[in-house]
């Protein structure tokens, strides 16, 4: 093998290297985001079953009260 070929080899490993070292990152970067937006998603899920909870509520007080007016 000539020194040439050599060079050029060595280059596309550093490339290589370089570009796995900007992936890993990325991969880093998502797997962070991704433990954010699932906080989140699981924190709207606890605020839904709340509101939930409360139209539930509000129901059957409108009822009791629908009831007590047709006792009238």
């Given at each position: 093998?000539s020194l040439e070929i050599?060079?050029?080899?060595?280059g596309?490993?550093?490339?290589?290297?370089?570009?796995?070292?900007?992936?890993?990152?990325?991969?880093?970067?998502?797997k962070?985001?991704?433990?954010?937006?699932?906080?989140?998603?699981?924190?709207l899920r606890n605020e839904n079953?709340?509101l939930?909870?409360?139209h539930?509520?509000?129901?059957?007080r409108l009822?009791?009260?629908?009831?007590?007016?047709?006792?009238v």
């Open positions: 093998m050599l060079d050029q080899l060595e596309k490993i550093r490339q290589a290297v370089e570009t796995i070292q900007l992936l890993q990152l990325e991969v880093e970067e998502l962070e985001k991704n433990t954010q937006v699932n906080a989140a998603n699981e924190t079953e709340q939930k909870a409360e539930n509520n509000w129901q059957d009822r009791s009260l629908l009831g007590q007016i047709d006792n």
